[in-house]
């Protein structure tokens, strides 16, 4: 396609996914359910066709030297799928919150005054890699009554057409508009340069990848961003705590999975209990080759444990998320001093405390700027699923509208209504 082509085929999706939308807010619940429970049967039924449109991705992203970690994310297996459609159903049995009044209160006039929830209208999702998130996004659009633009990563582009097919067959199945899920079919760049740019069309752009990608969004788009750039999470041993419990939930919070924007990459320690947990954190770390890049103080605790990978941390390392096996480690004074580091270097994702002191957890949850914000618990809870959301469509770190996972609700807006009986204003 050329840039005029280009332009006006985002343009088309723009117009058409607008017009779906309008359907789509006033779906009933039933319509938009039936649409979920058939798109959950159309990929147990499509698993092994699905599969070989998979293989074409996965061979290309072989043959142009993709990591094999990143191949991996583009797997459609069986059970991937199985697990897409579990989540449609799961979003199907789920209340739909589409109407609901919030918050009724009869005024002096008589009036009433309350909030009704509802759809956003047309987001756009730009996404890399993982073709699941076309099924996630879709199932939440379609419960949210929503209408959506897909644009996934050129890596998966045989897999995410062939899921987009699917979920068009589920809609028409029901009922409901095609176009009420869309997905971008061109591989060009300039798509998501049009994209970002028509406010028009689109109410909010959710981009989900990496920060290159998300920082290039931020920076160029003409439509609100739902977004987070970085997973810098920390967790804080304080004084008090149970000690076997924070080893547990410390390396939970690292070594559970390096990759996801939920692992912790900063671990802080209050002074009275270091000399006591650093110790039996960093033999566990020691044994899962989990790299220390610690202060001073930490690193001459740690300097007696067998086989630590040890390093000094530079000041870049309190701001770092490494996605790796490395972690920073500082001793602080207490709680007041942990809670200024977080602020001054986390991403504003996810923090923790690890605490027996009830006033130090409440000082920690009320002055701790993040989206989300724990006591006692591994910082890996911080997901759309977990949080008994359904599915999420990504985390923002953002203060306006969705803070944290992004799920249903993230994905509607409040409209006040006004309930009278011909009252007039004096």
């Known amino acids: 396609m050329n840039a005029l082509n280009v332009a006006e ?32 049967r159309l990929l ?19 043959a142009a030297g993709l990591p094999e970690p990143m191949v991996d994310r583009l797997k459609l297996s069986p059970k991937v799928l199985e697990t ?40 756009g999702m730009i996404y890399e890699s993982r073709p699941n998130v076309t099924i996630e996004a879709a199932s939440l659009s379609i419960k949210s009554g929503n209408a959506c633009i897909l644009r996934g990563g050129s890596e998966a582009i045989d897999s995410n057409k062939a899921l987009a097919k699917i979920v068009q067959q589920a809609l028409a199945e029901a009922g409901l508009p095609q ?19 028509m406010p028009q069309y689109v109410d909010v752009i959710i981009p989900r990848g990496g920060k290159g990608l998300i920082e290039r969004i931020s920076r160029d788009a003409k439509v609100p961003v739902i977004k987070h750039l970085d997973g810098n999470c920390h967790t804080y041993v304080d004084d008090p705590c149970d000690i076997a419990m924070a ?19 900063g671990l802080l320690v209050a002074r009275g209990v270091a000399a006591d947990f650093l110790p039996q954190i960093g033999a566990v770390y ?27 941390a530079t000041e870049q390392d309190w701001s770092e998320e490494y996605l790796a096996p490395i972690i920073s480690v500082k001793v602080v004074a207490g709680v007041d001093e942990a809670i200024a580091h977080i602020n001054r ?82």
């Open 9 to 40: 085929y985002t343009h088309t999706l723009g117009y058409q996914a607008k017009t779906a939308s309008a359907l789509m807010a006033k779906a009933p619940a039933a319509i938009k359910n039936k649409a979920l429970l058939a798109l959950a």
């Open 44 to 62: 147990r039924a499509q698993t092994e066709a699905l599969q070989v449109d998979n293989a074409r991705d996965l061979e290309r992203a072989r």
């Open 84 to 123: 897409c459609a579990l989540g449609c159903e799961q979003l199907a049995a789920m209340p739909d919150i589409i109407g609901e009044i919030i918050g009724m209160k009869q005024q002096p006039s008589g009036i009433r005054v309350g909030q009704m929830r509802v759809p956003i209208g047309v987001f």
């Open 179 to 197: 176009d009420a899920v869309q997905l971008v079919q061109t591989t060009d760049r300039e798509a998501v340069g049009q994209l970002i740019a």
């Open 247 to 265: 080893v547990k939930v410390a390396d939970n919070a690292k070594t559970n999975k390096y990759s996801p924007c939920n692992a912790s990459e």
């Open 286 to 312: 020691a044994a899962k080759g989990v790299e220390m890049r610690g202060c001073p103080e930490s690193l001459a605790i740690l300097a007696a444990v067998p086989h630590a990978k040890l390093v000094p």
């Open 345 to 426: 270097y986390s991403s504003h994702h996810t923090d923790a405390i690890l605490t027996r002191d009830h006033m130090h957890a409440q000082q920690f949850l009320r002055e701790v700027d993040s989206a989300s914000v724990m006591v006692n618990a591994s910082t890996r809870f911080a997901d759309g699923f977990e949080y008994g959301l359904g599915a999420e469509i990504g985390i923002s770190t953002d203060k306006f509208h969705a803070r944290g996972p992004v799920g249903l609700e993230g994905l509607t807006s409040l409209k006040y209504v006004v309930l009278g009986e011909g009252e007039i204003r004096q």
